[in-house]
T-cell receptor, first 110, second 113 residues
Framework: AQRVTQPEKLLSVFKGAPVELKCNYS??????LFWYVQYSRQRLQLLLR??SRESIKGFTADLNKGETSFHLKKPFAQEEDSAMYYC????????????FGSGTRLSIRP | DAGVIQSPRHEVTEMGQEVTLRCKPI?????LFWYRQTMMRGLELLIY????????DSGMPEDRFSAKMPNASFSTLKIQPSEPRDSAVYFC???????????FGPGTRLTVT
């Protein structure tokens, strides 16, 4: 069964410090992984997807199939990064829906 | 395109009343999703449709919840009767397919007193 686990409900770091939002998944095939972000008073939106292999707003995420993880990282946190972050997984079938984790609220302290 | 449109944006109702939430997906998208977001449980998928057909409603918490998609441009989520524990933000999202990036609406904040 597909499952996405975000172990931290809340993560608080100082501005300028490194950030790592953890995401672990359970899936027997070849999943596609996503990170979605919801800034205050804004819509939930896609931040990045693992197949793009790109850095968005300084964030990167590498799919580690051995550890079944897709942690989101940024070397230097900025105050505008404060938001709710959701990790999501889609299976390798065209009929697979996206499953979301429970989310991590990132708070950047000045 | 205005994106996914949801109405109302806020709803306050009394326990026992019927609540209807509405969603207009992005034109051309054939998959539609209803989610509920709470502090305690995060984002929960309630039900989703593909080509207007309900595919999986296993996330619907109880029989008090029902959803319809009469055509490609409109969906409703109904709660009857509503209870205080239904208070949450309800999101609608649409996509080109089940597997693709989802575009979320602004949400409806429901408060049941």
């Amino acid at each position: 069964a597909q499952r996405v686990t975000q172990p931290e409900k809340l993560l608080s770091v100082f501005k300028g410090a490194p950030v790592e939002l953890k995401c672990n998944y359970s899936y027997s095939g070849s999943p596609e992984l996503f990170w979605y972000v919801q800034y205050s008073r804004q819509r939930l939106q896609l931040l990045l997807r693992h197949i793009s292999r790109e850095s968005i707003k300084g964030f990167t995420a590498d799919l580690n199939k051995g550890e079944t993880s897709f942690h989101l990282k940024k070397p230097f946190a900025q105050e505008e990064d404060s938001a709710m972050y959701y990790c999501a997984l889609s299976g390798d079938s065209s009929a697979s829906k996206i499953i979301f984790g429970s989310g991590t609220r990132l708070s950047i302290r000045p | 395109d205005a994106g996914v449109i949801q109405s109302p944006r806020h709803e306050v109702t009394e326990m026992g009343q019927e609540v209807t939430l509405r969603c207009k997906p992005i034109s051309g998208h054939n998959s539609l999703f209803w989610y509920r977001q709470t502090m305690m449980r995060g984002l929960e998928l309630l039900i989703y449709f593909n080509n207007n057909v309900p595919i999986d409603d296993s996330g619907m918490p109880e029989d008090r919840f029902s959803a319809k998609m009469p055509n490609a441009s409109f969906s409703t989520l109904k709660i009857q009767p509503s209870e205080p524990r239904d208070s949450a933000v309800y999101f609608c999202a649409s996509s080109h397919g089940l597997h693709y990036e989802q575009y979320f609406g602004p949400g409806t904040r429901l408060t049941v007193t």
